[in-house]
């Protein structure tokens, strides 16, 4: 393996803007070898995308993005290697997207009271119709002129303390951990530098995670920096954790993350692709239901 693998991308089947075979296509065309399929809250993408990874030579791993509530805050879970096909994991997704529809439905109510009627309808058009995220809110919001761009409009419309903000609750660490166990994956903070925690706080979720059996933090991510590298690499070592990359893409109109572009990990992190069992035949499943 010549280049850093890719443990961390979306695709239209939650809010990326690539399909799944699109993503893999690119991704190989970009020289990379080991891509990571995680989605928000789904695995809908997975056949699709290992259908493409068989043809495009290049090794997939089944992966999930899942969405929690942990400390008040929303945190986010990446699963690797998981089997798509267990009913736990399942069933606990389909959890997670009856949510998912909940609020999207209050986060239009509230936008219509902020003076944007159809709100619904218009984020739905940009998603795949059954996964409707704040994303797909804020692609809706810029084509109707709210802002500049999505940064601007998850700044003035969908964030804490904005008019179409909606607090709620996703699952729990225990619960999101336990899913991907069951489906024999690994159990990963996704970028930790995102939460803005503090160290003791940092180390309450690393704890917290490996006692549910998770075992991997990203350190190289699309939304760290160098130095945020360094600090995750240490937070690993120092607590025993695997290191994962990726890069979060979520598509073409993100310029500033590509696909193929990963740093290699600092030294002295132990990388969670050595527990995945990568396939030998790209595009098999790498695991089984526990
Ligand atoms: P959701 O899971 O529906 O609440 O949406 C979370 C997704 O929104 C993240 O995965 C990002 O793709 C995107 N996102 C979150 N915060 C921002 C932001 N400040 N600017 C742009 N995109 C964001
Ligand atoms: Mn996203
Ligand atoms: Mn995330
Ligand atoms: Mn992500």
């Known amino acids: 393996m010549t280049q850093t693998p890719d443990l961390h991308t979306h695709s239209t089947a939650s809010d990326g803007t690539l399909s799944p075979a699109a993503l893999v296509q690119r991704a190989a065309a970009a020289g990379v070898e080991v891509l990571a399929l995680t989605d928000h809250d789904t695995v809908a993408g997975l056949d699709e995308a290992a259908a493409a990874a068989a043809g495009a030579g290049l090794a997939l791993v089944p992966g999930v993005e899942i969405s929690v509530t942990w400390g008040g805050r929303t945190v986010h879970i990446v699963g690797l290697g998981i089997d798509a096909g267990c009913a736990v994991l399942r ?45 797909h809110f804020a692609r809706f919001l810029v084509e109707r002129g709210a802002a500049a761009d999505v940064r601007g409009v998850f700044q003035r419309f969908l964030v804490e303390g904005k008019p179409g903000h909606v607090h709620g609750e996703w699952t729990t660490l225990e619960q999101a951990v336990g899913w991907i166990r069951a489906a024999g994956g690994e159990a ?103």
């Open 91 to 135: 069933e606990g997704l389909a959890g997670l997207l009856e949510y998912r529809r909940w609020r999207a439905e209050e986060i239009a109510r509230r936008l219509a009271k902020a003076g944007y009627e159809g709100a619904l309808e218009g984020a739905r058009a940009y998603s795949n119709g059954t996964l409707i995220g704040r994303t």
């Open 188 to 290: 990963v903070i996704a970028h930790p530098a995102r939460y803005k925690f503090t160290r003791t706080k940092v180390k309450r979720l690393i704890g917290e995670l490996r006692e549910c059996g998770g075992s991997g933090i990203e350190v190289v991510s699309g939304s760290h920096s160098r130095d945020d590298y360094f600090v995750y690499a240490r937070h690993a070592r120092e607590e025993g954790l695997l290191a994962s990359a990726g890069s979060d893409y979520h598509g073409p109109e993100q310029p500033w993350i590509e696909l193929g572009r990963l740093p290699a990990l600092p030294d002295g992190c132990r990388p969670i692709w050595t527990r995945l069992d990568l396939p030998a035949v790209p595009g098999r499943p790498v695991a089984a239901c526990a």
